[in-house]
């Protein structure tokens, strides 16, 4: 195995799995499917595995050997139904395992599950801030913006410097309307971030919109001092695009 001589490796394990004393032992065929799977046989070495987790459904390590097998094969129905066995049987979570697992819903059109994916991930590797990111996307894109915005509320007390997370809870407080809360994170998104052009101009844009409302209200006073907030950071984010320095 170790030489990596596959038929050679392969025609030996056959050979353990025909003369095996104890037939509860499935060591032989675990190696053989490993080895078919390495050897890129692929749909070989998935079949024999499959047939060895039936013995022995909590074997993390069978699982992990048939994962391979079907990313391997882009098998998108199989890696979601070896994740649904093996995520409860894992001690160490691995953020890579629930971006396979949302791809793979999203692969198939399920992105409602991909985001219960991804907020399946929060539990487990809650320092991972993309998963906020991703999930509230997926639920704003569906109109559900009370809990796309709850999600990345979640998401910033992990975190409360995260930049992407500041401006997505602006820009979703922005589209709700709530133009009050929508300052809040952009102005500490521009104090940890001066060189942030979207954050400057999206500040900029809240205070336009509270200047609008302020209008409407028949506040001219107030309108005229929200109205010069927004020109003044509209003009940051202007200034930091003519001379370079932004990003």
């Known amino acids: 195995f170790k030489s990596e001589d596959w038929p050679a490796t392969i025609s030996n394990f056959k050979v353990a799995v025909r003369v095996k004393q104890d037939k509860k032992d499935f060591v032989a065929e675990t190696n053989l499917g490993f080895a078919q799977i390495s050897a890129g046989e692929l749909d070989d070495g998935i079949a024999t595995l499959e047939t060895v987790i039936e013995t022995d459904p909590t074997n993390t390590g069978i699982w992990n050997g048939l994962l391979l097998g079907y990313i391997r094969k882009e098998d998108h129905v199989n ?10 049987l894992t001690e160490q979570h691995d953020a890579n395992d629930y971006y396979r697992l949302g791809r793979s819903h999203n692969v198939l059109g399920d992105t409602l599950k991909a985001a219960e994916a991804y907020e399946a991930a929060m539990e487990v590797v809650p320092e991972e801030m993309n998963f906020y990111l991703m999930s509230s996307e997926i639920y704003a894109s569906f109109g559900n913006n009370t ?35 929508a300052i809040s994170p952009l102005q500490k998104l521009v104090e940890i971030d001066p060189l942030d052009i979207d954050g400057w101009q999206n500040l900029g844009d809240a205070y336009f919109a509270l200047a609008s409302a302020a209008n409407e209200a028949g506040d001219t006073e107030k309108a005229n001092e929200y109205a010069a907030k927004g020109e003044e950071y509209e003009s940051k984010s202007k200034e930091l695009i003519r001379t370079g320095a932004g990003k």
Not at 79 to 88: H, K, T
Not at 161 to 174: M, P
């Open 79 to 88: 890696i979601i139904r070896v994740y649904e066995n093996s995520l409860p």
């Open 147 to 181: 809990k796309a915005v709850d999600i990345l509320e979640r998401g910033h007390k992990v975190d409360e410097a995260d930049t992407k997370i500041l401006n997505a809870l602006g820009v979703l407080y922005y589209i709700m309307k709530d133009y009050e809360k």
